[in-house]
């Protein structure tokens, strides 16, 4: 892929899961427990939600970003049940790349193997902010696989916020609006973001304390 072409597209979803960060308006909860709180509101990508999750994670925003980060040497799959397989099909600067991330079925297998190939974007803020942006994108060296349903990550991301006078703990916010394909119903997708995201904060939480 076209480095330039990868660091337009980067940068632009950068600036909207940074809109999302900052746009209170909207959101509606729909699960809320164990100090995470997820919520909702329509998409304007795609016909489906987008999705915000927000928790405090016992960790410095270092030790948790390094059990998160979608960069080479990720440790996702050790501890994501989400995560089967992931792999950086193209590193293009240390904080740009194409990724291709595997997902298992899901949902008593309602839910088959995904795939999905993004652009993903690391970003620092001046406050110490470390964020992770990633949209889908068609790759030459990565076309669909036997055996996975190709799906597809609109504007996505983290945050993992340092938290003043607290340097052990972590505010982290979290954006997911992803296009499953295939032909599942509705509520089935409507019922698995919200409990896949709370497990999420749960697992994570597992792996900074023991990573």
């Known amino acids: 892929m076209d ?15 940074l809109r999302y ?7 509606k909860i729909c699960q809320e427990g164990n100090g995470v709180s997820v919520s909702w509101r329509p998409s304007v990508e795609f016909p489906g939600n987008l999705y915000r999750g927000e928790g405090i994670v016992n960790g410095p925003p270092e ?15 050790q501890w994501d049940e989400n995560v089967s397989h992931f792999e950086v099909i193209q590193s293009i ?23 999905f190939v993004d652009v993903v974007l690391v970003k620092k803020y001046e ?12 790759h030459p060296s990565c076309p669909p696989k036997p055996g996975y349903v190709r799906g597809f990550n609109h ?40 409990r896949s995201m709370a497990g999420f904060y749960a697992n994570l939480q597992k792996a900074v304390t023991k990573l």
């Open 3 to 17: 480095g330039a072409l990868a660091a337009q597209m980067g940068e632009a979803v950068a600036e909207k899961v």
């Open 21 to 27: 960060r900052r746009d209170r308006s909207g959101w």
């Open 63 to 77: 030790k948790v970003w390094d059990c998160i980060k979608p960069l080479a040497g990720s440790l996702r799959e």
């Open 93 to 115: 600067t240390d904080t740009l790349c194409v990724t291709r991330t595997a997902t298992p079925s899901a949902a008593m297998k309602l839910i088959s193997p995904r795939d």
């Open 127 to 138: 406050d110490g902010t470390i964020s992770s942006n990633a949209t889908n994108v068609e």
């Open 155 to 194: 504007p996505c991301g983290c945050f993992c916020e340092p938290m003043p006078g607290e340097p052990d703990k972590t505010n982290l916010v979290t954006f997911f609006q992803t296009d499953l394909s295939g032909y599942l119903p509705r509520s089935v997708v409507d019922s698995f973001f919200p």
